[in-house]
């Protein structure tokens, strides 16, 4: 969960380098690995799907990312606006998504809840995993 942790900081502060005023982002973590582990590479579809349908240099853009430990829960908050207003159908195939849901089911059957919220104008998700220990 460290390594992770500091991957998804590392992708948010290049994001941040790439964007500069474009996007307003909103990152934080709370809470202490303290040793847990989980999946590899499991959070971070979500966050690149907020900043990949989240970021329009023609408007101010929003994107949240909060992740906190609780106990022995994991939660993880993205929220975007929907700002692009254009679908290219080459270089978005729609499967990040769905490849993850289907990880989750595999990797933490019964011991995750995933919560998508699409508006016509924003998008959120709320995944809390239960972490062993």
């Not at 969960?1 to 909103?26: C, H, M, P, S, W």
């Not at 994991?74 to 700002?83: A, Y």
């Amino acid at each position: 969960l460290v390594k992770e942790f500091g991957y998804i900081e590392n992708y948010i502060a290049l994001q941040q380098l790439r964007l500069d005023d474009t996007a307003e982002i909103d990152f934080k973590i709370q809470g202490h690995p303290n040793g847990q582990q989980i999946a590899p590479l499991i959070l971070i579809s979500f966050i690149e799907n907020a900043f990949k349908y989240g970021v329009n240099p023609q408007e101010k853009s929003l994107i949240q990312v909060h992740l906190s430990i609780v106990e022995n829960h994991l939660h993880l908050r993205t929220f975007n606006k929907k700002v692009r207003v254009f679908h290219d159908e080459d270089t978005s195939s729609g499967i990040g998504i769905e490849n993850t849901k289907t990880r989750l089911e595999l990797l933490y059957p019964n011991k995750h809840l995933l919560i998508l919220n699409e508006t016509a104008q924003d998008f959120t998700v709320e995944l809390t995993l239960y972490l062993e220990r």
